[in-house]
């Protein structure tokens, strides 16, 4: 574990979390939400929230030193949130900028037992921020460079997301290692009919590790495959649609446009990963030596989840790029660090807010070396072969001989 002051910076959209106790156990949130209907809740949680302290903070709390960069205004909401993280450790907020004049973004996060979560959320000082926000002298000082939810910051995907590609540019001209998460849009809103195949197409080249989850690159890159995957799939979501074909294409398209590394997030499912088969853009990405690029060029694995009790899942794609970035900035092989993500998402799903259940990186090694129970994908698997009990999956695609 390196000792440096700044292992990661970590930027882009931040929020305070309004989480309800819902004591009604339901996947169904249409029926539960009736207009008109009274639902009896429990204390509110107020939580960070966004990809800025979901994921950051549990970097820090996983034993990384970390930087936030997000912003928020002069208010109730801004104030809230900075206590927050100062109450964690204070030199997370070092990166922070607070501006008068600006509402801080909210979101009201509706998450019942066992089931995925909605949120109400408003934007606020997110939507104005920009490379002009950022402490470059901060992000020199770093290693890796994490942005996530650009999609849901309004000046990242104007002009093409020229913004978000102006910094992508500066960080990777630094020499930093680079990655982006995303966020999906309301279809109706401006974000949600925002055309991002160019946005994707033009900063990909300056993405080394890619993180979206099915659904949100689905709805970016073929909003006709949502809709058909959405109208057939119903209430059971589109990740049933699923499967190594579609996400095999689906990578492809994303290593082509540039980035190195593309792991798709399937949510209860796992983990789904592809790798460049271009050994320089490896090298380019600034994580590994002459003996690691091998191990990490043209891999196609799927991780299923372990088997937890779950008590919420806000926040569980940010904690689990947590681990996996955490276990890239260990050196550890593509194998360990699938891993590392899933093990941290474990921890994290066991509460009901994002951060307060993860440890740090020792005990989540600990709890993977015990070999815990997975839960079998029940989305198709056809095309990718068993290995390592079950515990791994390997797709056509991966060409490693050693796996």
């Known amino acids: 574990m390196s000792n440096q002051r700044n292992d990661v910076i970590v930027a882009?959209?931040?929020c305070l979390d309004v989480i309800p106790e819902l004591k009604t156990k339901t996947n169904?949130?249409?029926?539960l939400l009736q207009p008109g209907k009274l639902i009896d809740v429990g204390q509110a949680m107020v939580a960070t929230g966004g990809a800025v302290p979901n994921t950051g903070i549990a970097l820090h709390k996983l034993g990384f030193s970390t930087t936030l960069m997000g912003k928020v205004g002069n208010d109730v909401f801004g104030q809230a949130l900075l206590r927050l993280i100062k109450d964690i450790d204070v030199t997370l907020t070092q990166g922070m900028i607070t501006t008068p004049g600006e509402n801080s973004s909210y979101?009201?996060?509706?998450?019942?037992?066992?089931?995925?979560?909605?949120?109400?959320?408003?934007p606020g000082a997110n939507d104005t921020f920009s490379a002009d926000d950022m402490d470059m002298d901060k992000v020199s000082e770093a290693k890796l460079f994490h942005f996530g939810y650009p999609s849901l910051m309004f000046n990242m995907f104007q002009n093409e997301g020229e913004e978000l590609v102006n910094i992508f540019r500066k960080v990777k001209g630094k020499g930093l290692t680079t990655s982006l998460d995303m966020a999906q849009p309301d279809p109706e809103s401006e974000a949600g009919k925002t055309d991002w195949l160019p946005i994707l197409n033009k900063v990909m080249p300056y993405v080394d590790i890619f993180l979206p989850s099915f659904e949100e690159i689905v709805f970016m890159l073929d909003r006709e495959l949502y809709d058909n995957l959405t109208r057939r799939t119903e209430s059971s979501g589109i990740l049933c649609g699923a499967s190594q074909?579609?996400?095999?294409?689906?990578?492809?398209q994303l290593l082509q446009a540039g980035a190195a590394i593309v792991v798709i997030k399937l949510g209860?499912?796992?983990?789904y990963m592809r790798t460049t088969d271009d050994e320089q853009r490896l090298e380019k990405s600034g994580l590994f030596n002459c003996s690691s690029t091998k191990a990490w060029m043209q891999r196609e694995l799927l991780i299923p989840c372990f088997e937890v009790e779950v008590q919420g899942t806000?926040?569980?794609g940010d904690s689990t790029i947590a681990g996996f970035l955490g276990g890239l900035l260990q050196g550890l092989t593509p194998e360990q660090v699938l891993e590392g993500a899933v093990g941290v998402g474990s921890f994290n799903v066991q509460k009901p807010d994002a951060i307060s259940g993860i440890p740090h990186w020792e005990e989540v090694q600990r709890f993977i070396k015990s070999k815990p129970s997975v839960l079998a994908p029940t989305i198709s698997l056809e095309g990718l072969s068993e290995i390592s009990g079950g515990r791994l999956y390997r797709g056509p695609q991966d060409l490693c001989s050693s796996s």
């Open 12 to 14: 882009g959209h931040i």
């Open 28 to 31: 169904n949130l249409s029926a």
């Open 107 to 122: 979101s009201i996060v509706i998450s019942p037992p066992g089931g995925d979560r909605i949120f109400l959320h408003c």
């Open 245 to 252: 074909q579609s996400l095999s294409r689906i990578a492809d």
């Open 268 to 271: 209860e499912h796992g983990l």
């Open 314 to 316: 806000t926040g569980a």
